[in-house]
């Protein structure tokens, strides 16, 4: 597969692998680092500075589609979006009333630990949160490379931006912990 900046239409493209959820991420970081050496600002340093640009933006693309694609709920997001679905995270705040329930549940079980200040129980809900993270991945990637079911993806992204605050918030319990 040819990669580079002949023509890419896309992130996946650029890095010459499939356009899917669920990619190899081995695959992903050896199309980065090939590309990466070829247009790190260093190479560019005896060129004109017009050419310097060129070279900085096509590092900033890199590295930009890089994170894109290596986070899960990114690559998602910007799949949804070659499709034309907006995620609409930032419109769209309804949400099944029971998942509403359990993120409540999750953010007093969150505040009492740290109140508490009990890091084990804080290490609980992390691995909890972690296994539904990773269910909600999985059912992504059902969603988009199966299924083609862009519009359910587009709710389980909702879903995973939830558990990504969560993550932030059991970050934040354990750091006023540690204070």
Not at 111 to 128: F, K, N
């Amino acid at each position: 597969m040819t990669h580079g900046f002949d023509s890419p239409q896309n992130h996946f493209q650029l890095f010459g692998i499939p356009a899917s959820y669920q990619l190899d991420n081995a695959q992903l970081e050896l199309a980065f680092r090939a590309l990466q050496a070829q247009v790190h600002p260093d190479k560019s340093a005896h060129l004109s500075d017009i050419e310097q640009r060129i070279a900085m933006q096509r590092s900033t693309l890199v590295n930009e589609a890089y994170q894109t694609l290596r986070s899960p709920i990114r690559r998602a997001r910007y799949i949804l979006a070659l499709q034309g679905v907006d995620t609409q995270e930032e419109t769209n705040t309804v949400m099944p009333l029971e998942f509403l329930m359990a993120q409540l549940e999750w953010r007093e079980a969150v505040a009492d630990a740290q109140q508490a200040r009990d890091a084990e129980a804080l290490g609980r809900l992390e691995a909890r949160m972690k296994d539904e993270t990773d269910e909600l991945e999985a059912m992504l990637a059902v969603k988009i490379d199966g299924e083609h079911d862009y519009a359910v993806a587009a709710g389980l992204v909702r879903k995973l931006r939830f558990m990504e605050k969560l993550a932030e918030e059991i970050d934040s319990a354990y750091d006023a912990i540690d204070l």
